[in-house]
């Protein structure tokens, strides 16, 4: 594990186990790699904000979120972009105490030799944005027919909305939900960009 992580510090995530598995049941899949600075500012910003606005301000664990969603029965996601991370890249999606200790493990030593800038780079890459639709590039050329780095403050928006549940909410067709959504994730990325909660990814 410590060697994958030294090594996908410097080189592109090419395949992770969650996309095998995806590949495997659909028989093909979408996804291509893209440097941090082929992406849109927007896309960074929306992501942020969507899925872990205090991003740069922890160091894996977000304390006051997993608080949050212990105050309210487990019903909110408390999951940082790093603990993200560590699932979507390393190991297999579900539930069970076994990935949930490995995720715990590969957190604080993904945090302690990536800098920031990297884990949102693979974040943004390896996510899924659709069924079969891993990384923004993917997902804004399927969507908009653009590449990433075109992609305007309201489709970011709109494909952070979908995170992390492409299977049940949609960019091609969004919900009055997920446009909801996406209007209060365009709020919070104005709002983390002017208290500097995105020092950490932006140059």
């Known amino acids: 594990g410590l060697v994958c992580i030294l090594v996908l510090r410097f080189v592109p995530v090419w395949k992770t186990p969650y996309m095998w598995s995806e590949h495997s049941e659909l028989g093909e899949l979408t996804y291509e790699w893209t440097p941090i600075e082929n992406i849109s500012d927007d896309v960074l910003l929306a992501v942020v904000a969507a899925e ?3 991003f740069c301000l922890h160091w ?4 006051s979120a997993i608080r949050d969603a212990i105050a309210d029965g487990g019903q909110r996601g408390a999951s940082t972009i790093t603990q993200q991370v560590a699932k979507n890249t390393f190991l297999w999606h579900g539930r069970s105490w076994p990935r949930k200790a490995l995720e715990a493990v590969l957190t604080p030593l993904i945090e302690l030799l990536w800098n920031k800038r990297r884990i949102l780079e693979v974040y943004v890459n390896v996510a899924e944005f659709d069924r079969g639709i891993f990384g923004v590039e ?11 780095d075109a992609v305007s403050a309201d489709e970011a928006a709109l494909l952070a909305a979908v995170l992390p549940d492409p299977k049940g909410r949609s960019a091609a067709k969004p919900s009055k939900s997920v446009r909801t959504r996406a209007m209060n994730i365009m709020d919070g990325a104005v709002l983390i960009q ?6 950490c990814f932006l140059h």
């Open 52 to 54: 872990d606005a205090n």
């Open 194 to 199: 002017k208290d500097q909660r995105s020092s």
């Open 138 to 148: 993917a997902a804004a050329q399927s969507y908009f027919g653009i590449g990433a």
């Open 60 to 63: 894996g664990f977000d304390m």
